[in-house]
């Protein structure tokens, strides 16, 4: 295929594909325009020729065909209408053209020969022109949108037959037909009087459909009529006139496509000369404003006529309900009055049967014109406007719901009983002109024996059946027309009352036969559809909830036209879109709504119970009064979409469930609050919510060790580990995070349950690399010069002065290297020194050991939990082997004799086994010896480590001083961890903060025994060292408190002395003035020295009392040091 016209296929594949499938529906529709205008050509000629008969039909007007005509033309025009405002069609059918081209410009190529050929077709050059013929035809009877045109611009002055004899000498007067051109334009005027007197009323049916049909036959008579002749004014005004009375025809039911008389006058029958157009109104150049107004007067009165029109329907339905029942005609039949009171019935159920078409059809014209004007003179639709459009459609939902399926059966059967009341009618209004007649035909007074014969013809239908088909009906109609002439029934005689009378029994007799189509037909909300982007917003603004399952129902009125071509393709997308809009406007705000009230009524509860209230929380619906609408969406059971159905409770509670169980995954300490919430679902919409089958915070389930394992060097830097219990925990939460994370046996064996034990070797070998990489950092650190010489330095120090500091390694060096090594410099992020992070670098290398501890210790778990279903390992294995031996021996039957299993009486016994039972025993048996040798074996994991790096690491010199930065890196970790604890008490959780950190011990006792030196550590006596310094610091202390204790009693002696002393004094009464000034100053100054030491006590209990607080701290940190290290130092016992 070329290039090009791969191009043109890619991009516009879709359009041609399309318009390809309708190819045959276009070709049924040219069939059927060409069968209309073959209908219209010899009922126009028929008519015509009647017309010239000045004998038998003078005086007799065939209304019923010229109805029929108008009928006609209006359906041409509807077609036109159709095809010319479909921009997609058009498209669709320009790239088309282009295809069918393109093949003509490549008919000698292969690719082209090979398509027709596939299609079973001859080849290109035979084929095309045949197709490009045919499609000629389409385009010019169908898609140029000419189909009025072309009926009103046939020859009707020669008949179809003797066109195709070529003998035109037959020729049936038409355009110079006087007498039939009146006719039309009479019937013109009656059809406009009748119609523009029932548009707008309560009684209004299709008297909007019937000035297309004006339009048209108008229209028709000006391009039928002689060039010569002059059109009437007055009539053309009248047929203006309709724009004015109704500024927009809506056509095709719920497609609501806009028509506009004006326009279509303007172009078929232009304003004739003899016509001032200033008389015109509205005039031919204002139309587009004359529409923007009309569509603003809509809009202003749109609420009120919704209104008004549901205030009706109401009225309406009580009708209904309280006159089509079975037992009310069941009921009527009494002793007295029987017959009389079933007619009464009748009649009163066949005038509601009427009325609900006319109110349907009110329903329908507002929302149809509304949309038409609004898509015609694009004006944006008001959103005060879309809870009256969700009104309307709900107002057509229910009538048609009432009529066509709620009483269906009933109506069924009133029907025909409500046909046949007005066909006895109509034959009473037909009796005294046929009374008449014969009498004047049995005194020979009178030859219309026509009309007699008709009044007898529309006798026979109305009596022989109880059905009303088209045909008959039609026919009924030309009776009525024949005998109901202008000289039987004359102008102002009882005989005109009679026609008068009978037209309108006629019209209602058409209207009830044809009842249930017409009711469908109106009823039609496929508007939705077509304007779909007022699907969202009518359901979001649709007032009452109650309106739901008729807007749900009125979404699928166009459901048999989208499955017109026995296909999916088109209705799946629309059922999406409809779905979409229920769930954006509906469903999900009221899920939303109903989540925000549980969570505020489960606060409100958890308020209550923690303030002691015992006062429940009142009920949920009295709190949403602005959503009470929304709620009722929980009444229904179902709600319909085309095929599909959904249950609002059971999406409403699937939501939840969601919601509950993702942030309780998210959040498992508030698992609490949403089992509450559950409960209250329960109790205040009675939403029945499945159990989420969550731990509720169980610690089973932690981090997976796969992720650990993969994220070794992050896990080891924000966990610390617990040698006891053998737990990491979290140093810092998350921000935001209510819970810290912990990591113990049982999470890990929950993850080897998932991933199996060969993990456990895996585990090993990233610990492995990753130990590699921490213990490159640790080599660079003790190579470091000024590292080497202080360490260096100390050994030499301590080496010479063993003695002297009892072989105890002195407190106060270590603190002093502290401090020279905090010289080197502070980071600036956190405030380390180079000592603080080579000791969160042995923190972090005992972690990782601490995690292969852990993961050892969660297969021995593991395996003991799986070990518990076998009661007996030597009875499992036997028994597995013997199936082992069974499979294994029926493969050496092939070569063997059959006395080969007589040897082994086991085999005899299980010879019956199935080959599937065999095989089940031989996976048994493999599960089994796996199970056991795990469990029986217990691999050392530190040992192998060990090992690895001890060749590594045990031949560098820079090395051998290590033991001598312990007492320093001791001394580290026991200021840290005091910060850490004080920590844990604050809110503030912006550092780390942990009680525990065991992984510095354990990382201490590895690198210990990997260098080979335990044993130098010893020597040094660390721990006596600090217990010695923590034992004079607190007789130091003791000292102090005595110190303390004994001037606190000095100064109270004093002060009693001074007391005695100014109380000898006091009895001389009679002493000068001067011996009084003098006590009441020393008294004076007594006090004040009492206030001065009063204040030093305090502030010097104040910091005894830290320091003791200090010194207890500081004791018991070292001590769990000192345990921890002895403790961590026996898993490496045998390496040194």
């Not at 045949?130 to 000419?146: A, N, S, W, Y």
């Not at 009087?193 to 707008?200: K, P």
């Not at 969570?599 to 923690?610: C, D, E, F, P, T």
């Not at 034992?1031 to 001037?1047: H, I, S, Y």
Request: proline share 2%; charged share 25%; net charge neutral.
């Amino acid at each position: 295929m070329p290039a090009d016209l791969e191009e043109l296929s890619e991009t516009n594949v879709e359009k041609e594909i399309t318009f390809g499938h309708f190819i045959s529906f276009f070709q049924e529709l040219a069939r059927f325009i060409q069968r209309c205008h073959t209908c219209a050509h010899n009922l126009v000629q028929q008519l015509a020729a009647l017309s010239r008969s000045k004998n038998i039909f003078k005086g007799v007007h065939f209304d019923t065909a010229t109805d029929s005509l108008a009928e006609l033309l209006a359906l041409l025009v509807t077609i036109d209408v159709a095809i010319l405002r479909n921009d997609a069609l058009a498209d669709a059918w320009t790239e088309y053209k282009r295809i069918i081209a393109r093949l003509r410009s490549s008919s000698k190529d292969q690719w082209a020969n090979d398509i027709f050929l596939e299609l079973g077709e001859q080849r290109v050059e035979q084929s095309l022109p045949q197709f490009e013929f045919f499609l000629g035809e389409i385009d010019r009877i169908v898609l140029k949108g000419t189909c009025f045109r072309a009926c009103a611009e046939l020859d009707f002055e020669h008949t179809l037959e003797s066109k195709m004899n070529n003998e035109l000498d037959f020729v049936v007067v038409v355009r110079d037909n006087a007498i039939l051109l009146a006719e039309f334009e009479r019937a013109v005027k009656i059809k406009l009087d009748r119609a523009l007197a029932l548009v707008g009323t309560a009684s209004e049916t299709d008297e909007r459909l019937q000035l297309v049909q004006v339009a048209a036959l108008y229209c028709f008579i000006r391009r039928i009529a002689p060039a010569k002749s002059e059109p009437d004014p007055k009539l053309y005004r009248s047929v203006w006139s309709i724009e004015k009375h109704v500024p927009v025809i809506t056509l095709v039911g719920g497609r609501a496509l806009p028509f506009f008389v004006a326009d279509f006058l303007l172009e078929h029958a232009p304003p004739p000369p003899n016509v001032l157009l200033k008389k015109i109104e509205p005039l031919p150049n204002a139309l587009d404003n004359t529409r923007r107004e009309a569509c603003k007067r809509l809009d202003s009165h749109f609420e009120t006529q919704a209104k008004a029109l549901e205030l009706r329907r109401l009225t309406f339905l009580a009708k209904m309900q309280a006159r089509f029942q079975r037992c009310v005609l069941q009921n009527s039949n009494q002793q007295q009055n029987m017959t009389t009171s079933s007619e009464l019935l009748l009649e009163q159920r066949g005038a509601l049967l009427l009325q609900a078409l006319a109110l349907a059809q009110s329903h329908a014209s507002l929302l149809r014109s509304c949309v038409a004007l609004h898509v015609a003179t694009s004006t944006p639709f008001a959103k005060r406007a879309l809870s009256s459009f969700a009104s309307l459609i709900d107002g057509l939902k229910s009538i048609e719901a009432c009529v066509c399926n709620e009483r269906s059966a009933v109506i069924a059967e009133s029907l025909s009983g409500a046909l046949k009341a007005l066909a006895q009618a109509l034959l009473a209004q037909l009796g005294p002109l046929k009374l008449k007649l014969k009498e004047r035909h049995r005194k020979k007074k009178n030859n219309r024996l026509e009309s007699l014969a008709a009044l007898e013809a529309a006798s026979v239908l109305l009596t022989s059946s109880q059905t009303f088909s088209s045909s008959r009906l039609h026919i009924l109609g030309l009776c009525l027309c024949l005998a109901f002439n202008d000289t039987t029934a004359p102008e102002n005689s009882s005989e005109r009352k009679c026609k008068e009378r009978a037209q309108a029994l006629a019209r209602r007799l058409t209207l009830l036969a044809t009842f249930e189509t017409r009711m469908h037909r109106i009823c039609d909300a496929s508007t939705l559809y077509w304007s779909r982007e007022l699907l969202e917003p009518t359901l979001t603004a649709i007032g009452n909830i109650q309106r739901l399952p008729h807007l749900l129902s009125a979404a699928a009125d166009i459901s048999h036209v989208l499955l017109a071509n026995s296909s999916t393709e088109l209705l799946e997308p629309w059922k999406r879109r409809v779905i979409t809009a229920l769930d954006t406007a509906i469903l999900i705000p009221l899920c939303h709504h109903i989540e925000n009230d549980l969570r505020v009524r489960a606060h409100a509860l958890g308020a209550s119970r923690n303030s002691k209230n015992t006062s429940a929380p009142s009920n949920g619906q009295k709190e949403i009064s602005d959503h009470s609408q929304l709620l009722q969406v929980l009444k229904f059971n179902n709600l319909c979409i085309l095929d599909e159905m959904i249950q609002p409770r059971r999406y409403v509670a699937a939501y939840l469930e969601k919601v509950f169980y993702d942030l309780t995954v998210v959040a498992l300490h508030d698992w609490a609050t949403y089992a509450e919430m559950r409960a209250l679902a329960r109790q205040s919409y009675g939403l029945e919510l499945r159990e989420n089958l969550l731990p509720m915070g169980s610690l089973d389930v932690g981090l997976d060790i796969l992720r650990i394992m993969q994220n070794i060097h992050v896990f080891v830097s924000r966990f610390s580990y617990n040698l006891n219990q053998q737990t990491f925990i979290e140093r810092r939460p998350d921000r935001g995070s209510k819970n810290v994370r912990c990591i113990n046996i049982r999470s890990i064996a929950a993850s080897l349950k998932q991933h199996g034990l060969g993990v456990c070797d895996t585990t090993v070998n990233f610990t492995y690399q990753f130990l590699t990489q921490k213990f490159h950092i640790f080599s660079q650190f003790l190579y470091d010069d000024y590292i080497r010489s202080h360490l260096s330095k100390e050994r030499r120090w301590f080496r010479k002065h063993r003695i002297a500091c009892d072989s105890m390694y002195p407190y106060g060096r270590a603190a002093d290297l502290v401090r020279e090594i905090r010289k080197l410099g502070i980071s600036e992020n956190d405030g380390n020194s180079f000592l603080d992070h080579f000791r969160i670098l042995i923190t972090e290398i005992g972690n990782a050991l601490g995690y292969v501890r852990m993961v050892r210790s969660a297969g021995a778990e593991f395996c003991a939990d799986a070990a518990q279903f076998v009661p007996s390992f030597e009875q499992a294995q036997s028994m597995a082997n013997n199936c082992a031996n069974i499979i294994q021996n029926e493969n050496e039957e092939e070569e063997k004799n059959d006395d080969a299993f007589e040897k082994n009486a086991q085999v005899d016994d299980n010879q019956y086994l199935s080959s599937a039972t065999k095989g089940a025993g031989k996976n048994l048996a493999a599960v089994i010896q796996n199970l056991s040798k795990n469990f029986a074996e217990g691999r050392d994991y530190f040992q192998v480590l060990v090992n690895v790096f001890q060749k590594v690491l045990g031949d560098h010199e820079h090395l051998t001083n290590f033991y001598t930065i312990v007492p320093a890196l001791c001394l580290s970790w026991v200021d840290c961890q005091l910060v850490a604890k004080d920590r844990v008490f604050k809110q503030s959780r912006s550092k780390d903060a942990y009680f525990t950190d065991d992984g510095f011990a354990v990382g201490i006792a590895y690198i210990l025994a990997i260098l080979d030196q335990g044993n130098r550590f010893d020597s040094l006596h660390w721990f006596d060292s600090v217990k010695a310094k923590i034992l004079a610091d607190e007789a130091e202390l003791e000292q102090r408190l005595a110190t303390r204790e004994r001037k606190r009693k000095a100064r109270e002696h004093e002060q009693e002395q001074q007391k005695k002393k100014s109380s000898t004094f006091s009895f001389l009464s009679n002493s000068t003035s001067s011996t009084n000034n003098s006590t009441k100053t020393s008294a004076k100054a007594i006090e004040d020295d009492d206030d001065d030491d009063d204040d030093d006590d305090d502030s010097g209990a104040r910091a005894l009392q830290l320091t003791a607080r200090r010194i207890k701290a500081t004791k018991r940190e070292n001590e769990l040091l000192f345990f921890s290290i002895s403790g961590a130092r026996v898993f490496f016992r045998r390496t040194e």
